[in-house]
């Protein structure tokens, strides 16, 4: 019986893989859901209703927040269980791209899916385009998921690669890497041109405006998620190189 469950144990690697597998489908989601503004804002706006379904519902907001907050947790281990920082520029670009990630995406989720849960107020492409293109924020969204799909894809690829794959597997990935951010870019702007339209509809009709104390409340909620995640990455730095001061003054004692 013991042999049989060591036999079907999950290690740390199969859990980052499978959470890092939910958070880059939920990524790629995205992405290929701005690429339907190339067709019109309405096939987006269906797009974005059939996403909405399965990562709104119980079941997808249980295993998209459950996978990201195990994905960080990993993550955070590994940086205070690491001996040193003698890494490939891979690896450099990998982390630097994950855990830059939560800093973009905490804003867009409290203004978006907390939004949603506390005041009811759902995203629409409409109302999300139109208020980016007034304020003059069009980059940051189009940026908003590069940092999460350049870390996905890096990780997807050190997984390939051990399986040494063909020549065309290559290609077809370093495609796919390129050509859907592209595509999703595109479809955004396309998106931005609908709705400067003159018989375009109105912003104020996706969508309603929230309040000035939701407002508040949603600024609060972002900082101290914020703050919290922070002060995470920050302990878990400096609580490795303690561990291993101790470790060094317990092996010296021992001698």
């Known amino acids: 019986m013991m042999k049989h469950l060591r036999q079907i144990s999950i290690g740390v690697r199969e859990l980052r893989l499978l959470s890092g597998s939910v958070l880059f489908s939920y990524i790629l989601t995205h992405l290929l859901n701005h690429t339907l503004g190339l067709v019109s804002l309405n096939a987006a706006e269906r797009g974005l209703a059939i996403a909405k379904s399965v990562w709104y519902s119980t079941p997808g907001t249980a295993i998209l927040y459950g996978a990201a907050a195990l994905h960080?947790?990993?993550?955070?281990?590994?940086?205070?269980?690491?001996?040193?920082?003698?890494?490939?520029?891979?690896?450099?670009?990998r982390l630097a791209a994950g855990f830059s990630?939560?800093?973009?995406?905490?804003?867009?989720?409290?203004?978006?899916?907390?939004?949603?849960?506390?005041?009811?107020?759902?995203p629409k492409y409409t109302s999300v385009v139109s208020s980016l293109v007034s304020s003059g924020n069009e980059?940051?969204?189009?940026?908003?998921?590069a940092p999460g799909w350049l870390h996905g894809c890096l990780g997807l690829w050190?997984?390939?690669?051990?399986?040494?794959?063909?020549r065309e597997i290559r290609w077809v990935f370093f495609s796919a890497v390129v050509?859907?951010?592209?595509?999703?870019?595109?479809g955004f702007l396309s998106m931005s041109a609908e709705l400067a339209m003159p018989d375009a509809q109105?912003?104020?009709?996706?969508?309603?405006?929230?309040?000035?104390a939701a407002r508040q409340n949603l600024a609060f909620w972002r900082q101290a998620v914020l703050n919290a995640y922070l002060t995470a990455v920050?302990?878990?730095?400096?609580?490795?190189?303690?561990r291993r001061s101790v470790?060094?003054?317990i092996g010296n004692a021992r001698r």
């Open 247 to 249: 470790v060094r003054l």
């Open 101 to 122: 990630l939560p800093l973009l995406l905490i804003g867009h989720v409290v203004t978006t899916r907390l939004a949603y849960a506390l005041h009811s107020a759902e």
């Open 158 to 166: 050190i997984s390939i690669a051990r399986l040494d794959p063909g």
């Open 202 to 212: 109105a912003p104020s009709l996706a969508a309603p405006a929230l309040e000035s």
């Open 234 to 242: 920050a302990a878990a730095l400096l609580a490795g190189p303690v």
């Open 72 to 93: 960080v947790s990993l993550a955070l281990r590994t940086i205070y269980l690491r001996q040193h920082w003698r890494l490939p520029l891979i690896e450099y670009v």
């Open 179 to 186: 050509l859907i951010p592209c595509l999703a870019a595109a």
């Open 139 to 145: 980059g940051w969204q189009l940026a908003l998921l």
